[in-house]
């Protein structure tokens, strides 16, 4: 596997100007005859679809969604970062680029860092122009705030919805330009396998979740934008269809996978309340500025909250981390919150959660000044949970959330398949080992709105302008691989449902790969993995049939691939010996029980090749080399 | 709790549908509604059955994925909220509960509970948006905004699209749809040149859909789990008829 990754030469504030002016452009007249594919219509595919077609291109976008508007960018809450310094505290481009870079504990890529802060600008730009409605100040300007512990305020928000207002910017964005004529928009279609043609991306296969019929199309170039892999783990903070195969059968056809260990859990959801539970649901870390978090000092003490005195609580990020406290990052409050529950401080019927408190914020502000800032929040809390926060402290536990690993992406996004591009959660470029709050957003915006389309078109300049055909016989050879793989799935006729092995997988997976990882946990898992596939294969009933609209196959094949990449992560996390971010080895620790990072053994990207299920993938390594930022210990003490 | 759910089963959209019969039992009043049904097609499939189709998503309230009539209300009983954010709490042991797709001309029935609602994407097609050119826009503080329009453009555009507004209306009319999309840009300067071709455009392709007509009964703003409420349905109905005096004056003569 060739892992180069094409950063451009100069100062890293050069970069990307300087290469945008060496990248090939392809004549106005010509765009016409390049047809590119887009897969995924959350932030970065829908602005990469709807740019790509305004610049001319013929473009074809593909979700599994009823419409174009449903991605899970749509759930993000919290905001969207840019070093616009529009509050004149101190923030700039660099010192962006600088937070995302040690927020990654020092495993990413500094030139896309850089180049992510640089054309942040553009998209607060670019989204006010379409009307997306942020919040403002009475002057007019837009308003801003702290976020996720960062020193400035750089977080433009829009209520708690700003993922939801973002998406329906390049939703709209979208849509104009398939009333236009310039994007083919395919719903209800999901892409079931990649096709390469002589080692280059040529198309994919599709099954149109209506019909069921299985469908080629093949495009000059084709741009993965499908989400990160949360989902591994059954229970997670992602929306239920949220999925592994587009990328995980990218992989599969040569594609490298990137930190596929890299998973980040989110300190502030509602704690599961049964065996039915479907998934997680966050409360926004904002919470954290005014709830203070504690457990019972007594292992065991059943007593509600209110009846346990001031003195037989634990406050224990207070304690751990004084000049931190209930704002510690997120990994580190997620993993202390663990410890607690598993030492047998964990409250709430099922002990499984720890307390989020607002009293003294209450006593302190009134409750009105709470309601004003989390009352939609609140109402939430109380919906789910039946509980009054205003009276009762919130449960809260750590969940599964975002993923920073995913396919390996050259500075031109594209990965080491040509004409494979890939964007936004999809790719592992930006976030290092773990991600910093309201920067998601930030991403998928930047790789679809502006650096997808410039260096799409540097690709497409350099290979033939001849049409691509289905006619190659790679089409039929991988159609047929997507047919058996769906006849296989039906015939089966076993006696357990698809769920019942994922949540048995799940379990596996957030067991070893979860918060806290060990060696011998890990290789257990290893263990593990492969005889709940084999059951799946064995036993799964999958009822229906094949030419509906049938949810039991669309599960059966999500988690058939789930099954296979869960190893995948295993093995990255087994072999990263060193904790960083959100990868926290228990033997990788200092003495007083933080992560240990070892950037002399450990300083680069883990890429890993597919090399038959089952086996062992092979590790391949890209360096990584710091010139503009120094690598520092983070200490929260 | 034990429940009886009455569900409407269909296998296509020319087939005949008819409500089945499922015993719901030890449901857990922590459960939200969608994890009831979830744990029936779990038992469903363990009886050879074909479980019960019905979109979810994100199952926090705001991809817009779910919706079916329960007991004849849109997203069921509880205010503001939609059918993934509702709990079993809100019902009680032994209830019967009614379970059907969204029922509107312009929302054809795929299959059970799950219809087509792609005319709210053309809907949108038809000028939900602003045109700007990607990488064009000016600085985002050049236009100031007054901050009472910033936020009642964010109340309209808080739509998630789900479709219960047609679903409550006697006329099937996506009325309240079309106007949130209409105040949501025509409030903000930025969707200012486009204000009036936009109204009639996709007023003209909510007509096209099979959409009814809105004959103010307010039912959509009682079924909207987002609070959207009709004043903007006036407020389109006045953009509207500016629109109509606007179409009196010739257009300029296209030239360089």
């Given amino acids: 596997m060739h892992l180069d990754a094409k950063i451009p030469a100069g100062p890293i504030e050069k970069k990307w100007d300087k290469h945008r002016f060496d990248m090939k452009l392809v004549n106005p007249a010509n765009k016409r005859k390049y047809e590119v594919i887009v897969v995924g219509t959350g932030l970065a595919g829908a602005s990469a679809a709807a740019t790509l077609g305004e610049l001319g291109y013929r473009v074809k976008c593909f979700t599994y969604h009823d419409s174009a508007r449903r991605a899970h960018s749509i759930a993000a809450q919290g905001g969207i970062n840019a070093a616009k310094n529009y509050q004149g505290d101190g923030d700039s481009i660099f010192r962006l680029f600088y937070d995302t870079v040690k927020g990654g504990d020092f495993r990413s890529r500094e030139a896309n860092v850089y180049r992510l802060a640089q054309v942040s600008l553009n998209i607060i730009d670019q989204a006010v122009a379409q009307g997306v409605p942020f919040a403002r100040e009475y002057g007019g300007y837009l308003a801003n705030r702290s976020f996720g512990g960062a020193q400035v305020s750089r977080t433009f928000y829009a209520r708690g919805q700003t993922g939801q207002q973002l998406l329906l910017g390049c939703y709209q964005a979208l849509q104009r330009q398939v009333a236009l004529g310039t994007v083919e928009l395919h719903t209800r279609q999901e892409m079931l396998d990649l096709v390469v043609v002589d080692g280059v991306a040529r198309g994919i296969v599709t099954r149109d979740l209506v019909s069921g019929k299985v469908e080629q199309h093949a495009g000059h170039a084709v741009v993965l934008a499908t989400g990160g892999y949360s989902n591994v783990f059954f229970l997670s903070t992602n929306a239920k269809a949220c999925n592994v195969t587009a990328t995980w059968r990218a992989a599969k056809r040569g594609a490298g996978f990137a930190n596929p260990c890299y998973t980040q859990i989110h300190p502030t959801c509602i704690p599961p309340s049964g065996d039915y539970q479907s998934k997680l649901t966050l409360m926004s870390e904002s919470l954290r500025n005014d709830g203070r978090i504690w457990v019972p000092a007594k292992a065991g003490d059943d007593r509600p909250a209110g009846q346990i005195p001031e003195s037989e609580r634990d406050y224990y990020l207070e304690r751990f981390y004084p000049s931190f406290g209930n704002l510690s990052p997120r990994d580190i409050s997620s993993r202390r919150a663990k410890e607690m529950v598993d030492t047998g401080h964990g409250v709430g019927p099922l002990h499984n959660g720890v307390y989020l408190d607002f009293k003294d914020a209450i006593a302190r502000l009134g409750q009105e000044t709470i309601a004003e800032r989390y009352g939609n929040l609140f109402e939430m809390y109380e919906k789910i949970t039946g509980e009054n926060p205003y009276e009762v402290p919130m449960r809260i536990y750590p969940a599964p959330h975002y993923t920073m690993g995913g396919l390996w992406v050259d500075y031109n996004l594209m990965s080491n398949v040509p004409g494979l591009f890939v964007l936004g959660e999809a790719n592992f470029s930006d976030h290092g080992a773990n991600r910093l709050g309201a920067s998601a957003l930030m991403q998928g915006l930047a790789d679809g709105y502006f650096v997808a389309p410039l260096t799409v078109g540097n690709y497409l300049a350099t290979i033939p302008r001849e049409p691509v055909t289905t006619d190659h016989a790679a089409f039929a050879d991988v159609e047929r691989d997507v047919r058996q793989k769906t006849e296989r799935l039906m015939s089966v006729n076993g006696h357990k449902t698809v769920d019942e092995f994922h949540i048995e997988l799940g379990r596996v997976m957030w067991e070893a790969c979860g918060m806290e990882r060990n060696g011998a946990s890990l290789k257990a898992a290893l263990e593990k993995i492969p005889d709940i596939r084999e059951r799946f294969w064995k036993e799964v009933r999958v009822p229906g049939s094949a030419d509906t609209l049938n949810q039991s196959i669309e599960k059966a094949g999500r988690v058939a691939d789930f099954l296979e990449f869960g190893e995948i992560m295993c093995w990255d996390a087994l072999t990263r010996e060193e904790s960083c971010g959100a990868h926290y080895r228990s033997e990788h620790t200092t003495p007083d029980g933080e992560a240990a990072r070892n950037d002399r053994d450990f300083s680069f990207v883990s890429v890993w090749e597919f090399q038959g299920v089952g086996k062992e993938p092979t590790l391949h390594k890209e360096p990584l080399e710091f010139e503009n930022v120094q690598p520092s210990t983070r200490s929260y003490k | ?256």
């Fill in chain 2, 1 to 256: 709790m034990n429940l009886t759910l009455h569900v409407w089963r269909q296998d296509e959209p020319t087939a005949r549908g008819r409500f089945e019969t499922y015993q719901a039992k030890d449901v857990s009043e922590h459960a939200s509604f969608l994890e009831m049904l979830d744990v029936v097609n779990e038992s469903l499939i363990h009886e050879g059955k074909e479980p019960i189709a019905f979109e979810h998503d994100c199952r926090e309230g705001i991809c817009g994925s779910c919706g079916m009539m329960i007991n004849g209300v849109p997203h069921g009983p509880r205010n503001l909220t939609a059918a993934c954010q509702l709990h079993m709490r809100l019902f009680r042991d032994g209830d019967e509960i009614w379970i059907e797709p969204w029922r509107a001309t312009g929302f054809p029935i795929l299959r059970d509970l799950v219809v087509d609602r792609s005319a709210f994407d053309r809907i949108i097609n038809a000028g939900g948006y602003v045109s700007v050119r990607t990488g064009s826009a000016p600085d985002a503080n050049a236009v100031p905004v007054r901050k009472h329009e910033a936020d009642r453009a964010m109340d309209a555009a808080a739509c998630i699209g789900c479709g219960a507004c047609v679903a409550a209306c006697p006329n099937a009319s996506a009325m309240l749809f079309t106007s949130a999309k209409v105040a949501h840009l025509g409030l903000l300067p930025q969707g200012q040149p486009e204000r009036y071709t936009r109204v009639v455009d996709m007023i003209a392709q909510h007509d096209l859909e099979g959409f009814g007509t809105c004959t103010n009964h307010g039912a959509c703003q009682e079924a909207c789990p987002k609070g959207i409420s009709i004043d903007f349905i006036a407020r389109l109905n006045r953009d509207l008829l500016v629109a109509s005096w606007k179409a009196a004056e010739p257009e300029a003569v296209v030239g360089g």
